[in-house]
């Protein structure tokens, strides 16, 4: 078994190649705004350090979001095609389960966080569980407030891991919760990922799609647009 | 030799498979228009997330329509520029991922010179020294092919020399425009084409800027606003205008300023043929008087049919085949250029 991760939800882009021990060849970039340039030779890159072709492959998987919408759909675009082509099992995952799975030892509840831009952040909340966490509410989109408002009335000790947490920070420090900054990564998804493969629990390539929890805000700023052009001649 | 191309730059997402540079395999398009109407016009992430639903099933589709696999592709070509940046991401994005899957050659392609030589696929090799007109909702130029264009020199970045360019407006921005403006559907081409075929083009003098300015430089706003201020004025004086005559008088002061300006730069330079290219090479004025023109200045003319002049996946392949048969290759970290110019 052989799995390709592509993770691309937030500035800081991943790819890994995962085999039955583990990682064998991994390559990040933290520089936003890149994806497009990055992914690929990434991919590339990982497969020739591992010294297999594309051929070897036996699954991709690939961060879903949510997260910042044209890196979602490099990395998707790209998973999805090299999937498509080589005729292999996809397996989409959230970004906020990879965090939270990233501290699946610690025993308080965790809520995953990533920076939705506009001044508000994605989150979930989630539990450890034999063998990993388990997520414990829906997605949400929302501001710190929120986000510290909710984790309060739990009335329980948290961990909040993610990434645009400075935006958050002074909210979470006032209701006394620690913070640990981190981003989804590709070896973590690709790991997450395996017992899915294993299990065959896959979906095929066209299935997969970016988790917006937004719609695509065009209305207001169309029709803000066809005012100021006059819109109908009456 | 076969090249699949993939056009995700605007509003379609297309595929197109051609086959020793003139042969077209297949031509696939699954078309945004209905998504992008209600908004009057091309919102860019309603179009970046459409692109990503609709990439993988229409390559299957041109797949199965050329009856091949993607194994056998010789590249893999794609649309890098000009466009939208998110949506020119998703196909350049896939097109590296084919080309991984397969260890093929990845191609970057100019939309905009791609719509002049998918010309080939109909006509064959096209003959300079030409002009050509690329007129479309993102563009308004006229440029000139001097060299001949065999398999070897078709990839040479220098063969295209901008002669002209609308200074503001493009075409089909001012026919999208003016469209919305009278109440009619979205894209306004084809509509203002319709409605144009019942109104009388002399009906109305609308102004044709720029057009004895020496130059191929040509401006559109100007017009666009004479339009609407003819329009307010009725409204004013409580007239109901004729849409038709207004549509016809506005298309036509479009055309002539197409027409005058391609055909002084064809003459001025010595130019043998003019080559019609883009989505407002569909308008039917504008290929009737091109027609007339160029048969009364002794000029070829070479019209693409009407699918071949919107944006589809045909014109990246065929000119994606272009490039590989000059041997120019992107790499993986080929980038999206939205601002890419037709010539360099």
């Known amino acids: 078994m052989l799995i390709l991760g592509i993770e691309t939800s937030t500035g800081q882009s991943s790819v890994a190649l995962v085999g039955t021990d583990g990682v064998v060849a991994s390559a990040s970039l933290g520089v936003a705004r890149r994806h497009g340039e990055f992914v690929a030779p990434a991919v590339q890159f990982c497969l020739r350090q591992a010294g297999v072709g594309a051929d070897r492959v036996t699954g991709v998987t690939v961060g879903l979001g949510p997260g910042l919408y044209t890196g979602l759909r490099v990395g998707i675009a790209t998973a999805q095609a090299f999937a498509a082509a080589r005729d292999l099992p996809v397996v989409g995952m959230s970004g906020l389960d990879v965090l939270a799975f990233q501290v699946r030892h610690v025993r308080r509840l965790i809520a995953a966080v990533i920076d939705a831009r506009r001044g508000e952040l994605f989150w979930a909340l989630y539990r450890a569980v034999p063998g990993g966490v388990q997520r414990q509410t829906d997605l949400r989109v929302g501001t710190a407030e929120q986000l510290a408002a909710e984790l309060e009335a739990t009335g329980e000790e948290c961990l909040v891991i993610g990434d645009g947490l400075s935006r958050a920070t002074h909210e979470l420090d006032r209701v006394g919760i620690e913070t640990f900054a981190a981003v989804p990564d590709a070896a973590h998804l690709a790991e997450l990922a395996r017992p899915r493969f294993e299990r065959e629990e896959t979906q095929r390539p066209a299935d997969l799609l970016p988790i917006y929890l937004r719609h695509a805000d065009a209305k207001i700023g169309w029709e803000a647009r066809g005012r100021m052009q006059g819109g109908a001649a009456t | ?344």
Not at chain 2, 100 to 123: M, S, Y
Not at chain 2, 248 to 259: G, H, L, M, T, Y
């Open chain 2, 1 to 344: 030799m076969l090249v699949l191309g993939i056009e995700t730059s605007c509003d379609e997402t297309a595929v197109g498979i051609v086959e020793d540079r003139f042969t077209l395999r297949a031509n696939v398009i699954a078309s945004q228009v209905e998504l992008h109407a209600p908004y009057g016009g091309v919102v860019p992430e309603v179009a970046a997330r459409a692109h990503l639903e609709a990439l993988l099933p229409t390559i299957d589709h041109a797949l199965v329509e050329a009856g091949c696999g993607l194994s056998d592709m010789d590249a893999i070509a794609v649309t890098s520029g000009p466009g939208l940046i998110g949506a020119l991401l998703v196909g350049v994005s896939a097109a590296k991922g084919l080309a991984l899957a397969h260890d093929k050659p990845l191609i970057g392609v100019n939309h905009l010179r791609a719509h002049v030589e998918v010309a080939q696929l109909e006509f064959g090799e096209l003959q300079p020294p030409l002009a050509a007109l690329v007129v479309s909702g993102g563009h308004t130029s006229i440029v000139a092919l001097e060299k001949v264009g065999s398999g070897g020199e078709s990839g040479d970045d220098g063969r295209f020399r901008q002669l002209g360019a609308t200074i503001d407006d493009a075409a089909g921005e001012a026919f999208d425009k003016i469209a919305r403006f009278i109440g009619l559907g979205y894209p306004g081409g084809p509509e203002i084409d319709r409605l144009a075929r019942q109104g009388d083009p002399k009906a109305i003098d609308f102004p044709r800027a720029m057009l004895h300015e020496p130059g191929y430089d040509m401006s559109l706003s100007g017009l666009k606003t004479a339009v609407i201020r003819y329009l307010r004025r009725l409204e004013a004086a409580g007239t109901e205008p004729d849409l038709a005559d207004v549509a016809a008088s506005f298309q036509e002061a479009i055309v002539d300023v197409q027409v005058v300006k391609t055909l002084r730069a064809a003459r001025d330079e010595g130019l043998e043929r003019v080559v019609l290219a883009g989505g407002v090479a569909a308008n039917t004025r504008l290929r009737a008087r091109f027609a007339e023109a160029c048969e009364r200045e002794g000029l070829g003319l070479v019209v693409p049919s009407i699918p071949l002049c919107t944006d589809n996946g045909a014109m990246v392949a065929a000119s994606g085949a272009n490039l590989l048969a000059a041997g120019t290759l992107a790499d993986l970290e080929l980038g999206v250029d939205p601002n890419l110019p037709l010539a360099g």
